[in-house]
């Protein structure tokens, strides 16, 4: 379907020619009549996830905190262009949607500050209703192209924050504005809007909502655990499709069962499914999902559910494709779990980021060595001008989770890198070893092997909490969940 005979909203191709079979809909003054006419009031329940407006409002008043007397603006973004006027879905910029717990294409917050911390409004596109042409004429705002659109009071209300046109975000902004005082904006914001305004739009207000985000609230873990629930359920539907997939059907069908799992039991993927087989397992990020699915090969998955409140899972395994390692494929496995389970038990409060990251390398250099894969001694692997372990570990081997995949990516070295777990965060631990089919320095019987393993994990007050162990680390558990799944069909 087009929107060809719409007025332009998006983008407008070549005005439509004076045919009378091809009218413009909206220039007919009797259908426009005869369209504003008729209409019961459809159910315009916002999506709003329970729970979400409630911790929209404790993020807001962390970051009111943070931002004494300035002016703050978030905007939520738009759903990006696909292809000419055919759209992705639409979903929200995750700093907004943390202050807002608000799916609204095109909407801006403003933070206005008052004595008490700051006065909060939400700027949002106005809904077109059979009262206006624009209701079968407007592709992005009309009822009839995007189904049924709440009004303001409809969010106000679900949202429990004030909610206005977005025609008036400009006079809106201005009365925010305080003289001597930068007004901050992060999110995605209106082509033209921080220019009009002055306002600052760097890496301010984006660098600390992304340290602010880093400690979740039990909302969010809550959000986090079902992500990570359905996630692991996935697992176990792709699992059973490993047979047809071995049989002609490749990757893609792999990849096609965990992204319909994702849309089915929650918003969608939260990242590129990684599905790779044999000398694609190897690739870190192999979200191609092209090739063949290989009997006597690995296959590693790396795949993550996000919920309807936009949090997802981060998930990562490795599975023999016939379902028993090989002895070479297990003494990678048994390595890369080692590295794993010395990762794991350096997450937890007063920890530093860096701790898990040295105990996965410390492993991975040591196991390497004895294998003779090391041109160097261990010791000068690890040094900071040596590194040559990396070699087949190039990646990080963790980070934080929430939101985003790769949560609290705009936070500063020293608030990320730098610095010590607090209860409330949320990471992946998942170390790895790479070794390419055409990667000269290591044998014949170890190229074209790959094995990941992540894990999500909670840092609690008592330690740390892995919330996706319902899948098995070690090798032979990994085999007999692999059976498990395969021959029990109440498993996903
Ligand atoms: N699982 C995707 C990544 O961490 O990069
Ligand atoms: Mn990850």
């Not at 003289?179 to 305004?197: D, V």
């Amino acid at each position: 379907m087009t929107s060809t005979d719409a007025t332009a909203v998006r983008s407008m191709p070549a005005p439509l020619g004076t045919d009378p079979r091809l009218p413009r809909l909206a220039n007919i003054p009797a259908f426009a009549e005869y369209m504003s006419q008729g209409w019961g009031t459809p159910d315009r329940t916002p999506r709003v996830v329970a729970g979400a407006a409630a911790a929209a409002g404790e993020h807001r008043a962390r970051a009111s905190e943070a931002f004494r007397g300035q002016t703050l603006v978030i905007g939520a973004g738009t759903a990006p262009v696909r292809s000419n006027d055919t759209y992705y879905d639409f979903r929200p910029d995750s700093d907004f949607y943390w202050l807002t717990g608000a799916p609204i294409d095109g909407a801006v917050l403003v933070m206005a500050p008052s004595a008490a911390g700051h006065d909060s409004a939400l700027y949002i596109p106005a809904p077109f209703y059979a009262d206006n042409p624009e209701f079968f004429t407007n592709a992005a705002q009309g009822e009839m192209w995007v189904g049924s659109a709440p009004d303001f009071s409809d969010w106000a209300e679900a949202l429990a924050l004030p909610v206005k046109p977005l025609a008036e975000l400009d006079a809106g902004i201005t009365a925010a504005m305080r003289p001597g005082s930068a007004t901050l904006g992060a999110g995605i914001l209106p082509a033209g809007l921080a220019a009009r305004h002055g306002i600052d739009a760097g890496a301010v207000l984006g660098r600390e909502l992304s340290t602010l985000r880093m400690v979740k609230d039990p909302w969010e873990i809550a959000q986090l655990r079902e992500a990570v629930d359905h996630t692991v359920e996935g697992f176990a539907a792709v699992l059973a499709e490993v047979p047809t997939a071995i049989s002609g059907r490749g990757e893609r069908w792999l990849q096609g069962t965990f992204d319909r799992h994702a849309r089915a039991y929650g918003n969608g993927v939260g990242y590129a499914t990684i599905v790779g087989s044999g000398k694609h397992a190897p690739t870190l990020h192999w979200v191609r999902c092209d090739g063949p699915v290989l009997e006597d090969q690995v296959l590693l998955l790396d795949m993550g559910v996000e919920t309807n409140s936009f949090y997802t899972a981060d998930v990562t395994r490795t599975f023999p494709g016939s379902g028993t390692f090989s002895p070479i494929q297990r003494q990678v496995h048994d390595l890369v779990e080692k590295s794993h389970r010395a990762g794991l038990a350096q997450v937890g409060p007063g920890k530093y980021f860096a701790d898990f990251h040295q105990a996965c390398m410390e492993v991975i250099a040591n196991g390497l060595h004895d294998w003779g894969l090391l041109p160097v001694s261990v010791d000068e692997a690890l040094s900071p001008k040596g590194q040559h372990h990396r070699r087949y570990l190039v990646c990080g081997v963790g980070h934080h989770l929430g939101l985003d995949c790769h949560d609290c990516a705009q936070s500063s070295y020293e608030s990320y890198q730098g610095a010590a777990m607090v209860p409330g965060m949320v990471l992946t631990v998942e170390p790895g070893l790479y070794f390419h089919e055409h990667d000269l320095t290591v044998p014949p019987e170890l190229r074209g092997i790959g094995v990941r393993l992540e894990d999500d994990i909670v840092v609690t007050s008592a330690g740390s909490d892995v919330i996706s162990d319902a899948l098995p680390l070690d090798a032979a558990g990994i085999e007999a969940w692999m059976k498990w799944a395969q021959q029990t069909p109440g498993s996903r």
